[in-house]
């Protein structure tokens, strides 16, 4: 546990507060409680004395923003002095030396650059990420919200308590808790993957001819076109899926399923199967998506071979991965179509731009402008459980838990994903989040 800081000084100017050991997860309660009271005991603004301080997590940063914050509402601000140059080196990768206004001493890294991390914070921070990842898992087990999709009556088979947590990096490393192991069906998380297929192959006035990029507010299966165009909104949705499969099909004809198959393995970084019972199960019942491929068919969305297309949607929605894989594809997006292990070149980099900006907007169905809220990063779930998150540049996050809510979302992987990303400071527009380099490099 983290020693609780010491105060002293003058209240009325600075409170000197000396920060030690660990400034992590477990430690920043405590010791945003220590600034909130030498706040409360009425210093304007704080020096932070860093001598002692070892570590320092985004938990950690994200403490001392917030008392930033709050010196900066009461006309004062945080110093942080004597700072360390490994705990130096964290806070110029955040690009937050100004605003902690951190004194300047010996090693300081050029703040025009993001240094690379040494292995001593790497180190730090792989622990720290596994550990999150298994405080994560064991704290959203215990949930039962969301029943488990019965639609298709061959998920309906699915074990409610699987709970898989992953992140692969795009340098390749796997952080995981729980069934990362266990397969089950890719089902809509397939739809951004095909999507990029139909961008790569038609390019992208061809493929926007056909579907919008606009988030419906409708649930995923809903049997709607855009008014005027009579487009699908967005490729995320079943309509807008069974359009980019079309696209796909009238090209490469009964090709089509093992392409696409061919290249989810390539994204995954092995070979993918189907699962037979499934396809049949959701073949045999899928009379809603049949409807929508026969009202795309009757507006010339699709080519006349709506049938054949539809079959291979309801192939492509049952291939089988794991969360391990889930997490490689996104990885694989994340580092601009490169699978980070295999180096195979599976898309190319402005189709994993576009791709990612549809899954930010609409890759959660009607709960996409939320989860950009609470999470704040590109995803996409599907109804067999599985959620695939990407943190551009960074990371592919996925989880599995087949109990899903009403929306058609996993509601432990939301949670588990709201946690993470909060934890981590991945949200898009988190502070801890440097973003584009463009300022850096223009200067
Ligand atoms: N195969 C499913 C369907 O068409 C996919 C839907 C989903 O995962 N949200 O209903």
Redo the contacts with the bound molecule.
């Keep these: 546990m983290h020693p609780p800081p010491t105060g002293s000084g003058d209240p009325q100017t600075a409170t000197v507060v000396i920060l030690r050991g660990r400034l992590d997860g477990p430690a920043s309660p405590a010791v945003g409680q220590a600034l909130q009271d030498a706040y409360a005991a009425g210093a304007q603004s704080l020096i932070l004395d860093c001598t002692a301080l070892e570590y320092l997590s985004s938990a950690g940063i994200r403490v001392l923003l917030l008392a930033a914050q709050q010196g900066k509402a009461r006309g004062g601000r945080i110093t942080l002095q004597h700072v360390r140059p490994h705990v130096r080196e964290v806070l110029a990768l955040t690009g937050l030396l100004d605003v902690l206004h951190v004194e300047s001493g010996p090693g300081a890294p050029p703040s025009s650059r993001m240094p690379r991390a040494s292995a001593a914070l790497r180190e730090a921070s792989e622990r720290d990420l596994q550990a999150a990842i298994q405080e994560i898992h064991a704290h959203y087990r215990t949930s039962d919200d969301g029943e488990v999709a019965t639609?298709?009556p061959e998920l309906s088979k699915a074990n409610p308590d699987h709970f898989g947590v992953c992140v692969a990096t795009t340098d390749g490393r796997i952080f995981s808790a729980g069934d990362c192991d266990q397969r089950f069906t890719l089902?809509?998380i397939s739809k951004p993957f095909v999507f990029a297929l139909a961008l790569e192959a038609f390019g992208d006035e061809q493929v926007s001819r056909r579907v919008g990029v606009e988030p419906s507010g409708d649930a995923?299966?809903s049997i709607e076109l855009q008014a005027g165009t009579n487009r699908p909104c967005n490729p995320m949705i079943?309509a807008g899926a069974i359009t980019t499969t079309a696209l796909l099909h009238a090209k490469h004809g009964a090709d089509t399923f093992e392409l696409l198959r061919e290249r989810l393995s390539a994204a995954a970084g092995r070979t993918l199967e189907l699962d037979q019972a499934v396809y049949e199960s959701?073949r045999r019942t899928?009379h809603r998506?049949r409807a929508i491929a026969h009202l795309l068919l009757n507006f010339g969305m699709v080519h006349d071979e709506a049938e054949a297309a539809l079959d291979v949607y309801?192939r492509q929605?049952s291939i089988l991965v794991t969360c391990r894989d889930l997490a490689l594809m996104g990885a694989t997006v994340a580092n601009l179509g490169r699978h980070p292990v295999t180096g195979a070149e599976v898309f190319s980099a402005p189709t994993m731009k576009q791709m990612l900006a549809v899954m930010f907007t609409c890759g959660m169905y009607d709960y996409s402008g939320e989860w950009a809220y609470r999470v704040g990063v590109p995803a996409k779930?599907?109804?067999?459980g599985g959620l695939m998150a990407v943190v551009n540049r960074q990371i592919g996050l996925a989880t599995y838990s087949p109990r899903l809510d009403a929306r058609?979302n996993s509601a432990r992987g939301i949670e588990a994903c709201v946690d993470l990303t909060g934890r981590f400071g991945l949200h898009a527009f988190d502070a801890l989040n440097a973003g584009s380099n463009f300022l850096k490099v223009l200067a």
């Design positions: 639609y298709i089902q809509s995923f299966n079943n959701e899928g998506n309801f929605c779930s599907g109804v067999s058609g």
